[in-house]
Nanobody, 118 residues
Framework: QVQLVESGGGLVQPGGSLRLSCVAS????????MAWYRQGPGKQRELVAQ???????NYVDSVKGRFTISRDNAKNTVYLQMNSLKPEDTAVYYC????????????WGQGTQVTVSS
């Protein structure tokens, strides 16, 4: 079993920054893909950013140049540095881990609220 615990959410003014962290526990491989998703009010959950074990990253267009995903395999932790935050970034942010070619290996954190408002 795998558990994911997110932290770092909160209230921030437009233009501000936050850093989310997600610590994974359990049987984790450095090759697992880790990702951040978000779900805003009245919206579907969307992929924000993901990072492979080799460090390849992908971002949704709306956060490119503002958000940076990184991971520390020694600490089983993935981070999301969010800069130049906008009100439309307001959402619950979820951490996800999955294992390529293993459909059943797909776990989610409980979510952390990010609110961007003046």
């Amino acid at each position: 079993q795998v558990q994911l615990v997110e932290s770092g959410g909160g209230l921030v003014q437009p233009g501000g920054s936050l850093r989310l962290s997600c610590v994974a526990s359990g049987s984790i491989f450095s090759t697992d893909v880790m990702a951040w998703y978000r779900q805003g009010p009245g919206k579907q959950r969307e992929l924000v950013a993901q990072i492979t074990g080799g460090g390849t990253t992908n971002y949704v267009d709306s956060v490119k140049g503002r958000f940076t995903i990184s991971r520390d395999n020694a600490k089983n932790t993935v981070y999301l540095q969010m800069n130049s935050l906008k009100p439309e970034d307001t959402a619950v942010y979820y951490c996800n881990i999955r294992r390529p070619f293993y459909t059943y290996f797909d776990y989610w954190g409980q979510g952390t609220q990010v609110t961007v408002s003046s």
